[in-house]
């Protein structure tokens, strides 16, 4: 398949038809494999090939075909497919980390993200230093001789700052340190970590791959080495799997996430031109249109930022529930990359618990709104959009 363009190996690619010759991929859905002998089942443990199987904990084949085609959309050579993003994001740290080693993260995290840097490395010993994220600076100070790995969120949620990947990669390789890039906000399509060096890309695949909020799901993409050697060892004995089930679905679901992505990220500029400096907002955050503040460097990375987009509502929280409530299209949700048009208040939801001080250093204000842009035609989300400001 690698002769072909990412839209046609979304639709063929890592497929393992049964002797029934199935057109649609098959689901798996078993725990164990049986063998025809004893001397089978002796050989398989000794050493199991590529397309063998033993115990869906370790490996199934409708697994197996998600993560052939994830790992070919993301241009690396393998990838393993976990029960979620933070299965993955977890999987990925704590793999590759041990007692005394340094680790360094950008701030602007996915909470859950912090919390396994923070509190789960940091029990076991790993020493993490936080950094912005977007200063190469603060980057270049806190990678150390002894910094074993580097992490962070390639575009972040829900401030959508950048990262400047090339150059953190390079930093993190030149002390030997692996980079590990957390790709849930520039989706599988936009992705550009694997070709700027990212050792790791991990995705929750619950956002944009399934892409219509049905399942959970994450996977971690990387070189062969990496991911059969201590990822797949990690993931396969901790429990880690996702389930076969999940695992169809985003399968099925890769087929159709060219199209969906891009679609929804058009809507997404086209939403984000449409609020460019409407009255009642005191700035629209997304990072490939020209007002970002990071505006060059993102662009340079990837011809677009996705399907999120942030904007601040004049007049506090107030104003803002006023907003959200008037909404007619989009759906109060904290969820994003579905289908269907979300709109989330970060500050009373995903980021409620964070101290005030931490949300004033992130941007987490009470105005502030995350748009997730949906499969709707774009004229009506527009519309709806201006009506409900239109009630401020
Ligand atoms: C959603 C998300 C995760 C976690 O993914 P789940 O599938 O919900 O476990 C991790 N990182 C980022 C940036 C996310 O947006």
Redesign the pocket.
């Known amino acids: 398949m690698t002769n072909y363009s990412k839209r046609t190996q979304m639709v063929h690619g890592g497929v393992r038809r049964s002797q029934y010759g199935e057109l649609s991929e098959a689901m798996f859905m078993t725990q164990a494999f049986v063998y025809p002998n004893a001397e089978a089942a002796e050989a398989r443990f000794v050493g199991a090939g590529e397309d063998e199987f033993i115990y869906a904990r370790y490996g199934n084949p409708t697994n197996r075909m998600f993560e052939d085609r994830i790992a070919m959309l993301e241009g690396t050579e393998d990838a393993f497919a976990c029960t979620?993003?933070?299965?993955?994001?977890n999987g990925a740290l704590m793999a590759l980390t041990k007692a005394g080693d340094h680790v360094v993260s950008s701030r602007a995290?996915?909470g859950?993200?912090l919390y396994v840097l923070e509190e789960v490395l940091g029990r076991f010993g790993v020493e993490i230093t936080l950094v912005d994220g977007t200063d190469n600076a603060a980057w270049e100070a806190a990678i150390r001789p002894d910094t074993r790995l580097v992490f962070f969120?390639s575009i972040s949620?829900p401030t959508l700052e950048v990262v400047d990947m090339a150059h953190v990669v390079k930093c993190a390789h030149a002390v030997g340190a692996l980079v590990v890039a957390?790709n849930?906000?520039i989706t599988p399509v936009y992705s550009y970590a694997a070709k700027l060096g990212a050792d790791l890309v991990?995705y929750?695949?619950?956002?944009h791959v399934d892409g219509q909020g049905r399942m959970?799901?994450?996977a971690i993409c990387g070189s062969r080495e990496l991911i059969r050697g201590p990822i797949e060892t990690y993931m396969k004995h901790t429990g880690g799997a996702i389930n076969p089930f999940a695992a169809w679905t985003h399968l099925k679901a890769l087929e159709t996430i060219d199209l969906r992505v891009r679609a929804q990220s058009e809507s997404a500029i086209k939403v984000v031109e449409a609020l460019s400096g409407h009255e009642k907002l005191s700035f629209v955050n997304y990072p490939t249109h020209p007002s970002h503040r990071q505006y060059d460097l993102a662009i340079s990375q990837a011809p677009s930022a996705g399907t999120v987009l942030a904007f601040e509502v004049k007049g506090g929280k107030e104003a803002c529930f006023t907003f959200l409530n008037a909404l007619e299209i989009f759906i109060i949700s904290n969820n994003?990359a579905d289908a269907k048009s979300i709109a989330t208040h970060p500050a009373t939801t995903t980021h409620q618990r964070l101290p005030q001080e931490q949300k004033d250093e992130l941007g987490i204000s009470d105005g502030l709104v995350r748009l997730s842009v949906g499969l709707e035609d774009p004229s009506d989300l527009i519309a709806d959009l201006m009506q409900a400001l239109d009630r401020l």
């Open positions: 979620s993003g933070m299965a993955a994001v995290l996915f859950s993200c969120e949620n957390d849930a906000m991990v929750s695949t619950t956002k959970l799901g994450g994003f």
